[in-house]
């Protein structure tokens, strides 16, 4: 009787432990990615993992959860022929597959739209700065795409990630 006692007190400690396990999405510190080529940076949380660059290395994508959640930091060198700030703007805001909740108007040189994005049902957070760096105009995008069970996570994280995309000329 003892033993099945036993048995049942350390069947019970493994499950109350067991909830007690740290989510690995929650414990995370910050890392660094810098583009030297297009002299850009970003600091991404370390649950992401970083993907491979693209063969131009004109920026970096990252995932979390198998896919689930999305983060490319990206810069293009501008030019009129891909359309204005403006245009670009006015492209995101009519694009039939968001549903935009937040937009910050252009600016002079950046601006921002986040929604869900109806394709996938996913929380998207789009923003689009000019930068006038030293080896020529660009475009930076960061973009982010994540399940509405990851806000809380991408709350804390997003400010983070946005103060520090930013030029490193």
Avoid: C
């Amino acid at each position: 009787m003892k033993f099945f006692l036993v048995i049942a007190l350390l069947t019970v400690t493994a499950q109350l432990n067991a909830g007690n396990e740290m989510d690995p999405y929650q414990s995370y510190v910050y890392k660094t990615y810098v583009n030297s080529q297009r002299n850009f940076m970003i600091k991404y949380p370390s649950f992401l993992t970083m993907g491979r660059s693209s063969e131009t290395n004109d920026g970096q994508s990252f995932t979390a959860n198998g896919g689930a959640v999305y983060v490319s930091a990206t810069s293009s060198y501008f030019t009129n022929y891909e359309g204005s700030m403006q245009s670009r703007y006015a492209d995101d805001l009519n694009n039939t597959d968001y549903s935009i909740n937040y937009k910050r108007p252009l600016s002079s040189n950046w601006y921002v739209v986040s929604g869900i994005k109806r394709s996938n049902n996913k929380v998207f957070y789009k923003k689009v700065y000019l930068s006038k760096s030293y080896n020529g105009t660009q475009i930076r995008t960061m973009y982010l795409e994540y399940p509405n069970s990851w806000t809380t996570i991408f709350d804390e994280v997003l400010p983070v990630m946005l103060r520090s995309f930013k030029d490193t000329d």
